[in-house]
């Protein structure tokens, strides 16, 4: 018998790939978690029907959360992660030398555990000495550590369930107390194919809290529409005023010193949506 895993993305339109194995499916406290091994994309973790991570394409999405922010940051010495618990962001980040600590809040332990587990390509980094590991509400973490980080990402699930609060002016408000003065910060932002009123509202409430705000994107195949965007709110530096000839040919995949500002070039529906 042959078993598929489909993920409704929209009321009419999902996507399906062929199962091999189920390793885990359960309802943590927070979500309902699935990781299972495709024929197309390895092992994939899933979330509240979601996917969240996969073998495969892993590597767009972590890299474009990770480097574009760390290489328009001339000193990124303290770093936060939101949500993240695969460790993909995190690997990324240990790319970065100057980079003394990278802090990882998740309020899902579970998804550390079994990314450890199944995932050890992608969570390789979450036992490095210069990487701390806390399980708590992201939410809460901002709010308790005010002029703190150099550098906050924001690698959350979709605004639903325990991600529903890191999609608005409070959260970002709170990013912005929580960064130092020259701080920037990254959040993933969805796609404008079926998310654009997302897009959208949180453009808005980002312009409201920081003085400069990117918009980039990048191609996930495994996310919906496979358009995926990122929004950059920074304090003093615009990543659009980088030298790429100063950032070095690091080991990755998808990101280079190339792509880092062709990244924010927007296709004009996108464009659009953000004026
Ligand atoms: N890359 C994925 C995407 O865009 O679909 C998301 C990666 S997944 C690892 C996101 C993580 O955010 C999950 O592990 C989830 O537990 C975590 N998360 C959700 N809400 C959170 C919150 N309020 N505070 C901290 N982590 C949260």
New binding site residues.
Partial sequence: MELWYTEKQTDTYGITAKIKETYVHEKTD??ELAMIETEEFGTM?V?DG????TDKDEFV??EM?AHPVLYTHPNPKHVLV?????G?VIREIMKHPKVEKAVL????GK??EY?KKYLPNIACELDNPRVEVIV????M?IHDHKNTYDVIMV????PV???A??FTRGFYQGIYEALKEDGIFVA?T?NPWFKADLIQSVNRDVKEVFPIVRVYWANVPT?PSGL?TFTMGSKKYDPLEVDETTIPDIDTKYYSPRLHKAAFALPKFVEDLVK
């Fill in positions: 927070f979500q973790l979330l979601m996917v969240m991570t999405y972590h959360v939101v949500g993240g618990g695969d993909g809040v998740d309020i899902d998804v550390i990314s708590n509400d992201g939410f973490h690698d959350s699930t979709e369930g325990p991600a609060n890191l993933q969805d996310y995926w």
